[in-house]
T-cell receptor
Framework: DAGVIQSPRHEVTEMGQEVTLRCKPISGHDYLFWYRQTMMRGLELLIY????????DSGMPEDRFSAKMPNASFSTLKIQPSEPRDSAVYFC??????????????FGEGSRLTVL | DAKTTQPNSMESNEEEPVHLPCNHS???????IHWYRQLPSQGPEYVIH???SNVNNRMASLAIAEDRKSSTLILHRATLRDAAVYYCILRDNQGGKLIFGQGTELSVKP
């Protein structure tokens, strides 16, 4: 299996521009998570989906952020308009629900966003 | 979500055992203890998890205190490739999200 695939790996944009980050989870996984990582705040959970339905978006910073999962094999995280403080590494992760005790989380390699 | 407390950093020598501690005094009866690690410039990766009994796998061992208020991740022989940030996480008992803390940055000296 190719693992969780994220694109782009690196994005440099100017303040005010729209940014779209993409994620392809591992086939068969029914949970998908978006995390953001910065030096100051560490790894923060932004939102997660179960069977393509958003379950908890309490970590989404503000209305400028939105996430969708139109089907089981694709998700997007959009920032519009982007600001310099959004600069971070954004990780997508997925897992298969095998029960409450298991379900290893598999992470992608991340998308490094720089907003100038 | 129940919290965990870990030392910010630890050092080890190559080929020696490493014991990474984690305190979780507010753990509930159904919380599982998970460990992940993040190598430089990579996403986190799963290491091990457990509920009450000690657990072993090819990567590490997990020792859980009898009262479950603390646990220790054991790397039996540290290698340079084990240098990473190690996160101890209590899994939400509804089986959903994982909330990462600050973790322990492990450095391994040759």
């Amino acid at each position: 299996d190719a693992g969780v695939i994220q694109s782009p790996r690196h994005e440099v944009t100017e303040m005010g521009q729209e940014v779209t980050l993409r994620c392809k989870p591992i086939s068969g996984h029914d949970y998908l998570f978006w995390y953001r990582q910065t030096m100051m705040r560490g790894l923060e959970l932004l939102i997660y989906f179960n069977n393509n339905v958003p379950i908890d978006d309490s970590g989404m910073p503000e209305d400028r952020f939105s996430a969708k999962m139109p089907n089981a094999s694709f998700s997007t995280l959009k920032i519009q308009p982007s600001e310099p403080r959004d600069s971070a590494v954004y990780f997508c992760a997925s897992r298969y629900k095998r029960g409450r005790s298991t379900g290893e989380l598999f992470f992608g390699e991340g998308s490094r966003l720089t907003v100038l | 979500d129940a919290k965990t407390t870990q030392p910010n950093s630890m050092e080890s020598n190559e080929e020696e055992p490493v014991h990474l501690p984690c305190n979780h005094s507010t753990i509930s009866g159904t919380d599982y203890i998970h460990w992940y690690r993040q190598l430089p410039s990579q996403g986190p990766e799963y290491v091990i998890h457990g509920l009450t009994s000690n657990v072993n796998n090819r990567m590490a061992s997990l020792a859980i205190a009898e009262d479950r208020k603390s646990s220790t991740l054991i790397l039996h022989r540290a290698t340079l490739r084990d240098a990473a940030v190690y996160y101890c996480i209590l899994r939400d008992n509804q089986g959903g999200k994982l909330i990462f803390g600050q973790g322990t940055e492990l450095s391994v000296k040759p």
